[in-house]
């Protein structure tokens, strides 16, 4: 199974926003992409949350 990275979580959730805008989602598959659209979401926070603290670790130790 390949790894899931920002790009990668970021295109899908795209993907899943798309389908249900163009409402080619299913009732019955609209939980499943509601529940995997929170997962990418989290997913996405977290990474960005990690690459600000390194970021700011970085500059603090510059200092």
Excluded: G, P
Aim: aromatic share 8%.
């Amino acid at each position: 199974m390949e790894e899931l990275n920002y790009q990668k979580a970021f295109e899908e959730l795209q993907q899943i926003v798309k389908s249900m805008q163009e409402e080619m989602t299913s009732i019955d598959e609209l939980t499943e992409q509601s529940k995997r659209a929170a997962f990418l979401i989290n997913f996405c926070q977290e990474k960005l949350r990690k690459t600000e603290e390194e970021i700011n670790s970085l500059f603090d130790s510059n200092e």
